[in-house]
């Protein structure tokens, strides 16, 4: 399978580490930076890079850790993809930015072209072109408003959909994605549970945790008004509020009880979409067809660009001049997205990332123990997460999970964590990620996890 990924012709694809990580000029770097940037700027492994490609990333002290992030799920299709890059210089010396609402280019209509092909839904359908995960996500919801001129929005617990004022009024948790940015506009956001499988109050059977959160929108609609709801926004796998897959046929159930109502469904497919998952988007694993997709991240392999997809007659309720954005489907990306989107079929990507869960299940199944504090091993594909839990009990452990990542980043690689409790290891590689690489990352994570068990419970691990 790796035949098919174009070899890096300059990093090899092995961990190595030249000095302890952060390495001397990443820390010096870091200090500058301290000095010249707000403490408001997160930050998950202090190195700085110096080049990336396939599964590595090259820092400046010449150490090759293992990127099991992909910046955030956005470069699919490796960081430096060859294609990706000569794509974007071939443009940029042609162009670099006209404002697609000033004088318009064919690329960004052969993207519009792609994902109204490509996104589920066998009907008619446009795609109006945005830069961030956020914008593509409150265009979606202006969009709907205007289709259905209702105010209101359907969002679920533990839902991540931005940081501007509205996708973070739309966001679940509080900490720290809000603290102090209030008040924030929530005046017509409604949130609904997600019908999580693991922390469903009452040990409930996948099926009837989706009988009850359907009854709990049924109710939510109820209690507001149909009248009142322009569109539900759903995550069809939940990425920030920790990989949460929803039982089978929620999907679908949700989509038909919205449109009962007249509620226009948008699917935030920005973290799990464009093959992600083992399948073009995220939807499909359980016949989901949102009205509306949003899309991003992946999207541009690593240039900014984001999309909203949907039926075009949804799409078409915005009165003209209603849609934009200066950089709204900037050239440079999207001949990036062209390029991705080649990737995804001339290196089968899909089927990459359903090669990645199968190796990663096979690769963690030894650890996944509810008794030594690993409760799942869930996602699909290349959308893979371990939540961790004191041992025996569902209760949190984001002491574990931040113990266990900062371990893998000792030794070169890097995991993120995620969740609304902040317990949850996730795993986002690069979709042409070597097997041989992948497998030393796993067996770095896998150790870190007993040693985190074996420090946690020395009685059990000692017997
Ligand atoms: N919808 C489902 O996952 C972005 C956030 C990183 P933007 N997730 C990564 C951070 O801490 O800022 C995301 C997402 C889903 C929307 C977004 C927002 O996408 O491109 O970050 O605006």
């Known amino acids: 399978m790796s035949r098919d990924v174009p070899a890096d012709p300059t990093i090899p694809q092995t961990r190595h580490l030249r000095t302890a990580v952060p390495g001397p000029r990443s820390l010096a770097l870091q200090a500058e930076r301290d000095a010249a940037l707000p403490a408001g700027l997160g930050r998950t492994l202090p ?14 002290d010449g150490n090759r850790i293992v990127d099991l992030a992909s910046g955030i799920a956005v470069t699919s299709v490796g960081a430096a993809h060859p294609e990706v890059a000569r794509r974007v210089a071939a443009q940029a010396e042609r162009f670099t930015h006209t404002c697609f609402l000033v004088t318009q280019y064919e690329s960004y209509v052969r993207v519009a072209q792609w994902l109204n092909a490509n996104a589920p839904g066998d009907f008619a359908k446009t795609t109006a072109l945005f830069s961030t995960g956020a914008e593509a996500v409150e265009n979606a919801v202006k969009i709907a408003r205007a289709a259905t001129g209702r105010p209101g929005v359907v969002v679920f617990s533990n839902a991540y959909h931005g940081r501007t004022l509205f996708t973070l009024a739309m966001t679940a948790k509080d900490k720290p994605y809000k ?30 945790v989706a009988d009850a959160a359907l009854d709990a929108f049924e109710e939510l609609v109820d209690r507001v008004g149909a009248d009142q709801l322009a569109c539900v926004v759903v995550e069809p796998i939940q990425g920030e509020g920790g990989f949460i897959v929803p039982p089978r046929g929620y999907l679908p159930r949700l989509a038909e009880a919205a449109h009962r109502h007249g509620i226009v469904v948008v699917g935030d497919e920005v973290q799990a979409g464009l093959a992600r998952t083992g399948t073009l988007f ?15 991240k992946a999207l541009g392999g690593g240039l900014p660009i984001s999309a909203v997809t949907g039926r075009a007659e949804v799409m078409g309720a915005v009165s003209p001049g209603g849609l934009g954005g200066t950089y709204s489907g900037n050239p440079l990306a999207c001949e990036a997205a062209l390029a991705v989107f080649e990737a995804i079929d001339g290196q089968d990507l899909t089927g990459r990332a359903r090669a990645i869960e199968e190796q990663v299940r096979r690769a ?7 008794d030594r504090g690993v409760a799942q091993l869930r996602g699909r594909g290349a959308m ?10 569902l209760e949190p452990d984001p002491d574990a999970a931040a113990a266990i990542a900062a371990a893998c980043h000792r030794q070169g690689v890097l995991v993120l964590v995620c969740g609304t409790l902040g317990n949850v290891i996730r795993l986002l590689p690069p979709l042409v990620i070597e097997p041989d690489l992948l497998a030393d990352a796993l067996a ?3 150790d870190a996890i007993r040693e985190h068990i074996a420090v946690a419970e020395p009685e059990q691990v000692s017997a």
């Open 444 to 446: 770095v994570l896998s």
């Open 384 to 393: 893979l997460a371990l939540e961790l839990v004191r041992p025996g009990t």
């Open 364 to 370: 963690l199944a030894p650890v996944v123990e509810a």
């Open 47 to 60: 190195v700085f890079v110096e080049r990336m490609g396939g599964g590595i990333i090259e820092d400046v």
């Open 282 to 296: 995220a939807s499909e694993h359980d016949g989901f067809v949102p009205d509306l997709v949003c899309t991003a």
């Open 179 to 208: 603290t102090g940015f209030g008040p924030l506009p929530t005046e017509h956001v409604h949130r609904a549970p997600f019908p999580d499988p693991l922390r469903w109050p009452g040990s409930l059977a996948p099926a009837q």
